[in-house]
T-cell receptor, first 114, second 113 residues
């Protein structure tokens, strides 16, 4: 069955370190998204991609970057981790260009920045 | 800016009750609305997707309705069960916003045996 996987599932890092969170989908979807989920703020969009070599900033993109070199993967990089980036990160994907399709979510990565 | 609100934030009901979860949004120019379920410590599971041209969608004991003109959607759960306990999130895709979703804060549901 097609799925979205995220790794690692849990990560503890120190302030100032670079961290990369992996997202891999086997749906062959064009569209991929990164969200963060925090108490009191809900789910907020960080970055998104509509295809290979395409990346776009979302609502809370400062301090994060993404790259899309193939259809299946959209890694999220925290350039210099800050305590404010302690959160649960979700990757999602959807198919098609019209956007009528559902978004499917991965299991999440819980990141703690000390 | 599109705002999505879910009321109540938390709900506790006895098993077997029929219940309604509410979702409201400020901008009616939407492509679609999606309902999700999230279990503690888990990712989001898509429940139903309603296109802007549709009035409702059904899946098993779940029925979602959409009234775009009034900016409202409801998720109806029939004959609730303890296994329905979870947080339910609605999200809208706004016209002109690409494929991005704007999420509500969720309703945390507990169904007591």
């Amino acid at each position: 069955d097609a799925e979205i996987t995220q790794s690692p599932r849990h990560k503890i890092t120190e302030t100032g370190r670079q961290v990369t969170l992996a997202c891999h989908q086997t749906w062959n979807h064009n569209n991929m998204f990164w969200y963060r989920q925090d108490l009191g703020h809900g789910l907020r969009l960080i970055h998104y991609s509509y295809g290979v070599q395409d990346t776009n900033k979302g609502e809370v993109s400062d301090g994060y970057s993404v790259s899309r070199s193939n259809t299946e993967d959209l890694p999220l990089t925290l350039e210099s981790a800050a305590s404010s980036q302690t959160s649960v990160y979700f990757c999602a994907s959807s198919g098609g260009l019209a956007g009528a399709e559902e978004q499917f979510f991965g299991p999440g990565t819980r990141l703690t920045v000390l | 800016k599109q705002e999505v609100t879910q009321i109540p934030a938390a709900l506790s009901v006895p098993e077997g009750e029929n219940l309604v979860l509410n979702c409201s949004f400020t901008d009616s120019a939407i492509y679609n609305l999606q309902w999700f379920r999230q279990d503690p410590g888990k990712g989001l599971t898509s429940l139903l997707l309603i296109q802007s041209s549709q009035r409702e969608q059904t899946s098993g004991r779940l029925n979602a309705s959409l009234d775009k003109s009034s900016g409202r959607s409801t998720l109806y759960i029939a004959a609730s069960q303890p296994g329905d306990s979870a947080t339910y999130l609605c999200a809208v895709r706004l016209i002109g916003a690409g494929n991005m979703l704007t999420f509500g804060g969720g309703t945390r549901l507990m169904v007591k045996p």
